[in-house]
């Protein structure tokens, strides 16, 4: 019985301590992003740092785009205190991590050429992928493939981890979404990691979570307004795409084996990862350049139907938590069925808007003809 009580107090306070960690987490990261953001904004209208509203932008005035310092700030301190075991075992996490910040903040401050920028992002995910061997080693029956060959395991990982950095960083075109769908990826992070006992990656997906919560705030504001910019999204982008990695790489461990997970981990990016896809296959049905610039994307789309930034990024949110739940939901399906299911249902919803809007100006048509 005095065993038991030892034990049970022993439970109880290493309980505690994790969830006084989390908590400690989660206000640090906040509150250095919200500390921080005030004084940026300060100095970016004192240097005229700021976005300069063009043809394709939805504002009318220049706004501060160096939120994603702060992002960046908050995080790497968050993460240097509470996720010590993954950094000294991650050895080129850091350092992949300021070379996208620093080139984020050169295209923010100076514009860097987009071959540039992929260059950065390619040498950031070599760093993970063969310095620190973090990468996809097999598609758990996807297609009908496990285990992948060393070098196609490298080479595919690397494409991943600069899809996911370029696709976060196209959906960052309206007040709230590219922070409400990371807050929601990250959230997710959080979930999975605790619930697989890897504290250290949950630790980081909380200060992701922190960090966002606080930019959100601001980039909703009217008065004191900022965007996380080319710095906030590569930095953002790039940490989405590791934790999924690991969470891929986590689950094919033998006492974890999550058949599902890359279908989970799909679901969970579905929104950058499906929005790049349709304005691909937009663009490309125009006879247009896949990386020539348009108003295609779900954000867009949405707007047309008249709603405000805020709403709209409520929508696609709520859009994401769907197909989550759907891949949970058939989670016991097979991954190959699943993968299909899961692309139809985010296409679906990518496309409804263009349905909707087609049958409102057909609607309004009809109503003018009857009227004359």
């Known amino acids: 019985m005095k065993n038991l009580s030892l034990e049970a107090i022993a439970n ?15 206000l640090l990261s906040f509150l ?24 394709r932008s939805s504002h009318t ?48 401050l100076l514009v860097v050429a987009p071959q540039k920028k992929l260059f950065a992002q390619i040498l950031s995910a070599l760093m993970i992928v063969v310095g620190s061997n973090i990468r996809i080693e097999s598609f758990f029956g996807l297609f009908g493939i496990f285990e992948l060959p060393y070098w196609i395991s490298v080479f595919f990982t690397i494409f991943i981890i600069v ?39 949950g630790f980081l997906a909380i200060a992701i979570l922190g960090s ?5 705030y601001f980039n909703l504001s009217n008065q004191y307004k900022i965007f996380m910019g080319d710095t906030g999204s590569m930095v953002v982008g790039y940490l989405i795409a590791f934790m999924a990695i690991k969470f891929i790489s986590l689950s094919s461990m033998p006492w974890v084996k999550i058949e599902s997970a890359p279908i989970i ?17 937009i663009r490309l049905m125009k006879r247009k350049s896949p990386f020539t610039a ?6 867009h789309r949405i707007l047309r139907l008249g709603f405000n930034h805020t709403k ?28 299909l299911i899961l692309i139809c249902a985010a296409l679906f919803l990518s496309y409804m808007p263009l349905v909707v809007s087609e049958f409102l100006n057909r609607r309004k048509l009809v109503q003018r003809q009857n009227s004359n």
């Open 61 to 108: 005035r220049k706004i501060p785009r160096l939120g994603g310092v702060a992002i960046y700030f908050a995080i790497t301190v968050v993460a240097s205190i509470f996720c010590f075991d993954m950094l000294s075992k991650v050895i080129f996490f850091s350092a992949a991590l300021v070379l996208l910040f620093f080139i984020g903040l050169m295209d923010d």
């Open 294 to 299: 348009d108003q295609n994307h779900i954000h």
């Open 265 to 281: 981990a799909i679901a969970i990016l579905i929104i950058p990862l499906i929005d790049t896809l349709s304005v691909i296959i």
């Open 212 to 216: 966002l919560l606080a930019f959100l």
């Open 32 to 55: 250095l992003t919200f500390i921080a953001i005030p004084k940026i904004i300060r100095v970016s209208y004192r240097k005229q740092l700021m976005d300069i509203p063009g043809s």
């Open 163 to 201: 899809l996911i950095i370029n696709s976060y960083n196209l959906i960052d075109g309206i007040d709230g979404l590219a922070s409400g769908v990371g807050i929601l990826i990250s959230l997710s992070f959080v979930f999975i990691f605790f619930r697989l006992y890897d504290y250290s990656m």
């Open 312 to 339: 709209t990024t409520l929508i696609i949110c709520a859009a994401n938590v769907l197909l989550i739940v759907l891949a949970y939901q058939i989670r016991h399906f097979n991954i190959s069925l699943m993968l």
């Open 12 to 26: 109880f306070i290493g309980y505690s301590s994790l969830y006084l960690k989390v908590i400690l987490s989660f």
